[in-house]
Nanobody
Framework: QVQLVESGGGLVQPGGSLRLSCAVS????????IGWFRQAPEKEREGVSC????????FYADSVRGRFTISRDNAQKTVFLQMNSLKPEDTALYYC??????????????????WGQGAQVTVSS
């Protein structure tokens, strides 16, 4: 069973930064694509960013492009989401997810097999 654990969430003022981490307990981590998703109260889940197993493909939602950066460290079995210039509308529960289709990362949640429990990000003054 693949387990994913998010960390790094918290409360930050508008314009601030946070870095989310997703630690994955999977021997073959390097074969999985990893995605970040978020869900705000009363809103649908949104794909935020994703990265292929080989680091060569990265995608971002239009709402975060230019402000968020995804990266991964296969030796540490961890994926990071650096979030800069945060806005109140970025407030949500952020989840990471793993897909067996390592070379075809996607922002569609249905294409992911395993999910973490989520980390809360609140952007407020």
């Amino acid at each position: 069973q693949v387990q994913l654990v998010e960390s790094g969430g918290g409360l930050v003022q508008p314009g601030g930064s946070l870095r989310l981490s997703c630690a994955v307990s999977e021997f073959a981590f390097e074969h999985y694509a990893i995605g970040w998703f978020r869900q705000a109260p009363e809103k649908e889940r949104e794909g935020v960013s994703c990265i292929s197993s080989r680091h060569d493909k990265k995608f971002y939602a239009d709402s975060v492009r230019g402000r968020f950066t995804i990266s991964r460290d296969n030796a540490q079995k961890t994926v990071f989401l650096q979030m800069n210039s945060l806005k109140p509308e970025d407030t949500a529960l952020y989840y990471c997810a793993a897909s067996r289709y390592g070379n075809d990362p996607s922002l569609v949640g249905d294409e992911y097999d395993y999910w973490g429990q989520g980390a809360q990000v609140t952007v407020s003054s």
